[in-house]
């Protein structure tokens, strides 16, 4: 197939063998308890520790703070195994790929000491509470606030869509701590929420697809959080600091994105060879060998620009509007091709025990989170 023995321009050995050691986790961590995380709707907790234990936690974080000094390739891989186990139940994504490094890139130094060497282990599950029954995409019209009182902060709102949002024991919490305008008033507030007074976790919600993932609901009432809690300990900061850090979000997705459409293709594959109609494999069929073969295109097409990007990123120099055509075309990508694979497996493909069943609810939101579709493509356009 042409999508075998491809190897993207900034792997290395070192890369390699955190593939082996990734895949090997997801083979036996994940796969096989896939049906019962749907059940659950959510991982084990216990998961997050025995990811700690192998290393698999803020890979790219300096190992100064617990991590393991690696660099967006790294997380790059883990997200690429993820995908090619047909895996979107564990959150590690948010928890290492996006929330680690808000407080890596902003946090001050007890900050950091005190929060990521916890999050290595999986002693702390991490989430971010972005979104806002009210409130989506336009971060700047929150209306979660966040009211000094002495030494602490008095944080009333809620939150919703929080990935992580069962197992969370840190919550990144974007709130508004001023009558300021627009961005200028929001805040990134850290809260340790076991057992904290004021918090509480909403609903389990549910969701046409990634019925493994945790996502929640969470309230604050009347929450006290210490001052000290302010990202990078100065207020008014919030709205920079999340634009900073949305292209690695956005990236993030499309890595999982591209990954996710190939995994689709190999399934696909290998059941059009097994599977007979009138007496032969339906990939004997030419318009079946013509659509998996413009699937098989379109997968590797995808892969290359997300490696493209992946390749700036590390380097320092992704844009913008780079993480948001990646975002955007991956996302699209998958969804066309996992819907394509879809009709090769006919009936079955209807059915939740086959995995393509599975891709097929779990793509759909892919172009919502991390910003819609529809915003990057504004996002785009204001560089042209």
């Known amino acids: ?186 805040s990134l507030i850290v809260a340790e929420v076991n057992d904290l007074p004021g918090f509480s976790r909403g609903r389990v919600l549910e969701k046409v697809g990634l019925h493994g993932q945790d996502t929640r609901e969470l309230f604050f009432e009347d929450m006290r959080v210490p001052a000290e809690n302010v990202l990078g300990g100065v207020e008014g900061r919030g709205f920079i600091q999340l634009m900073q850090q949305l292209p690695q979000e956005r990236l993030a997705i499309a890595v999982g994105g591209a990954a996710t459409t190939e995994f689709a293709v190999r399934e696909t594959v290998a059941y059009a060879k097994e599977r007979e109609a009138f007496g032969r494999p339906i990939l004997g069929f030419q318009n079946t060998k013509f659509v998996l073969a413009e699937c098989a295109t379109e997968a590797l097409s995808v892969r290359t620009f997300i490696d493209h990007l992946t390749s700036e990123h590390i380097k320092g120099t992704l844009t913008t509007e780079q993480a948001s055509a990646g975002k955007y075309w991956a996302t699209d990508a998958q969804n066309r091709v996992v819907d394509r694979c879809l009709q090769v497996f006919g009936g079955y493909g209807y059915m939740v025990e086959y995995p393509i069943a599975r891709l097929y609810a779990d793509a759909r939101v892919q172009k919502i989170y991390g910003g819609t579709n529809e915003i990057m493509k504004e996002l785009i356009a204001r560089g042209l």
């Open 1 to 186: 197939m042409i999508l075998d023995g491809y190897r993207g321009i900034w792997e290395t050995q070192e890369t390699d063998d955190l593939r082996d050691l990734a895949r090997g986790f997801f083979a036996k961590e994940i796969v096989p308890n896939e049906a019962r995380f749907a059940e659950q709707k959510q991982v084990d907790r216990e998961l997050w520790n025995r990811a700690g234990e192998a290393g698999l936690l803020c890979i790219s974080i300096p190992e100064e703070y617990g991590g393991g000094g690696g660099t967006f390739a790294h997380e790059a891989v883990l997200l690429q195994e993820q995908g090619f186990a047909g895996d979107a139940a564990w959150g590690n994504s948010v928890h290492s790929t996006i929330n680690a490094h808000y407080i890596n890139a902003f946090g001050t130094d007890e900050q950091k000491q005190r929060w990521l060497p916890r999050m290595a282990t999986g002693e702390l599950v991490s989430s971010i509470a972005m979104t806002e029954p009210g409130t989506g995409s336009d971060l700047q019209n929150i209306k979660t606030r966040a009211v000094r009182d002495g030494d602490d902060y008095v944080i009333n709102g809620a939150k919703t869509f929080i990935t992580n949002g069962s197992h969370a024991d840190l919550v990144i919490i974007v709130a508004r701590t001023s009558d300021e305008p627009g961005a200028k008033g929001v």
